[in-house]
């Protein structure tokens, strides 16, 4: 059982956090405010692996769903 510090990042609003829903809820309310990111579709295409693919040395079979805000069911 982990134990809770208490810590939250410089401005994350914890209420925010905790009424969280989704993935999506979580990185607006969360990991763009801890990151710097000016909105959640900032931070899903600068962490999108889209356009790195081709650069894997050898042949990846990867498998992720196609809402998946990081590593979409297409590329742009």
Known sequence: MQRDTGHVPAGVDKEKVLACKTIRDFD????????????VEAYYENS?????????????????????????????
Do not use: M, R, W, Y
């Open 28 to 39: 607006t309310a969360a990991t763009i405010v801890s990151f710097g990111f000016p909105t």
């Open 48 to 76: 999108t692996s889209c356009g790195h693919l081709h650069e894997f040395p050898i042949p990846t079979f990867a498998l992720n769903a196609e809402d998946d805000p990081i590593q979409p069911g297409f590329c742009k």
